[in-house]
């Protein structure tokens, strides 16, 4: 399957999901508020293709094809007025994402799949702003994207089937597997289970127990996962994780997910992770 793909975001999700689209053979418009969030997405996808020329995974012919595909803008109605599929990839908020389906209801294509990629938020308080609730579905891609193999789809209130089908099809077409959340609660299956894991692996650090590293060793050796909760949590953004937290605890209102004060603390001190130098671990 290919076609006209606009992605809406182009941070680290939305550039990964562009090139992954453009290697696959789509049209890719990659879209963001200003030219230098744009420039920036852009620079993260040449040099994240130029990362597997270097290790012969692909040819410089095939990077330099799907930089071909790439096209960007700042103006939303252009990116997204052709396009077969949208995907959101917008920051982690309610009213942020209703605001950009909002222009999607009115600017795109009858026929065009309305996708989000959500880690928290249930998809059906986003279709809930447009007058097609039919035509919106969650495609929660993984990151880094091109590493990560994974796509979960998950279907809201309204979600058809015919919808679920292409978003399938689009998603498979960039070489993931996929799985289908059929009822839309706030983190569905993935981020419902790391973020559990993830609070309570900070309460225990937290309260003297054990420190990160031996924690992570411990999921490692004795649970067999390939990287830690706290160590995925520094990957992921701890600022990313607090605000999954809070969503699933605002929805479901089970304590479990009630986010712990150093997660608090840390997002305010800007100790995000990777991306900040300094999260769970210092890097």
Not at 107 to 133: D, E, F, G, H
Request: net charge negative; charged share 20%; proline share 4%.
């Amino acid at each position: 399957m290919t076609g006209r793909l606009a992605v809406v975001g182009a941070g680290l999700m939305g550039s990964g999901i562009a090139q992954e689209a453009a290697r696959a053979g789509w049209q890719v418009t990659l879209r963001d508020l200003d030219t230098p969030a744009v420039d920036r997405g852009l620079a993260a996808i040449r040099g994240s293709l130029d990362r597997f020329v270097t290790k012969e995974r692909i040819t410089a012919a095939d990077a330099a094809d799907a930089l071909g595909r790439i096209t960007t803008t700042t103006d939303l109605a252009d990116a997204v007025a052709d396009a077969d599929v949208v995907v959101e990839a917008v920051f982690e908020r309610l009213d942020v994402k209703q605001d950009v389906f909002r222009t999607l209801d009115r600017v795109c294509k009858p026929a065009a799949v309305l996708a989000t990629n959500t880690s928290a938020i249930p998809v059906t308080q986003i279709a809930a702003v447009t007058s097609r609730p039919e035509s919106v579905i969650g495609t929660h891609f993984f990151s880094p994207v091109p590493m990560m193999p994974l796509c979960e789809l998950v279907r809201g209130h309204r979600t058809s089937d015919a919808t679920l089908a292409t978003a399938r099809a689009f998603a498979e077409a960039l070489g993931k597997t996929c799985i289908v959340v059929e009822r839309d609660i706030a983190g569905f299956v993935t981020t419902r289970l790391i973020t559990a894991l993830v609070v309570e692996a900070v309460k225990l650090v937290e309260s003297g127990v054990v420190s990160a590293a031996d924690l992570d060793t411990a999921c490692r050796l004795g649970f067999g996962h390939a990287m830690g909760p706290l160590a995925t949590a520094d990957l992921t953004g701890v600022d990313v994780l607090l605000h999954a937290a809070r969503n699933i605890h605002t929805d479901s209102g089970d304590p479990k997910f009630f986010p712990p004060e150093l997660m608090q603390r840390m997002v305010v001190a800007g100790e995000l992770g990777r991306k900040s130098g300094k999260g769970f671990y210092d890097y």
